[in-house]
């Protein structure tokens, strides 16, 4: 989708030429000229998105409804996503633009001790495997 949206924003600026405002490596979301968007009007969007998916014009709504959500809240998304995968803080750090990964630690520490549970069930896992190697 981002791929998509990257493709149409650069057949805006061949089509603007000179008169395109922006940074080819630039936001993601941008105007026509390739200015940035105030992120309220991204949130606003993904309200009216998140409306129409949940109560679709035609045909029944879906099964699971989306919850509201803001800009802001997809970066958490992505955070999470990452340390869940096991990504290191100090790279998700690095990515969410946080100068020390204490930052990413502090804000993101429910995620961390999920991670912890499961470091501490392979560990169990490891030691019975090896013990039971050793018989």
Aim: charge should be neutral; glycine fraction near 6%.
């Amino acid at each position: 989708m981002l791929r998509r949206h990257r493709a149409e924003q650069d057949r805006e600026r061949q089509v603007l030429g000179e008169a395109w405002k922006g940074d080819p490596d630039g936001y993601v979301f941008t105007t026509a000229w390739g200015e940035p968007i105030h992120p309220d009007t991204v949130s606003s969007l993904m309200r009216q998105l998140i409306r129409r998916y949940n109560e679709p014009a035609q045909g029944p709504g879906p099964a699971e409804r989306l919850p509201p959500a803001r800009l802001h809240d997809l970066r958490h998304v992505h955070a999470t996503t990452l340390l869940l995968a096991g990504v290191p803080v100090h790279l998700v750090a690095a990515r969410l633009g946080h100068a020390d990964p204490s930052v990413t630690l502090r804000v993101y520490a429910h995620v961390v001790r999920e991670q912890m549970a499961a470091v501490a069930d392979a560990f169990a896992q490891a030691v019975r495997e090896s013990c039971e190697q050793e018989r």
